[in-house]
């Protein structure tokens, strides 16, 4: 679930050119509202299909979560 959360904010967080434990500490700072949003991914993607449409999805609300947390 924390991979897959470092998945989806990859693209806001690489544009800021940040370290792998500041964007490791960014997401544990947050971690209630990450786990949810980690889990809630993961059950899209999992679901055969349906994650060709969830991936794009999950990548831009993991980078409004992060727009809005920072």
Do not use: H
Not at 21 to 50: E, T
């Amino acid at each position: 679930m924390t991979i897959l959360c470092l998945d989806m904010f990859d693209a806001a967080l690489e544009r800021r050119r940040l370290k792998f434990r500041q964007k490791l500490g960014i997401i544990l700072g947050s971690f209630p509202a990450s786990a949810g949003f980690g889990l809630v991914s993961l059950g899209l993607v999992s679901i055969p299909l349906m994650n060709l449409l969830a991936i794009p999805l999950c990548v831009t609300a993991g980078t409004l979560f992060f727009a809005i947390a920072s």
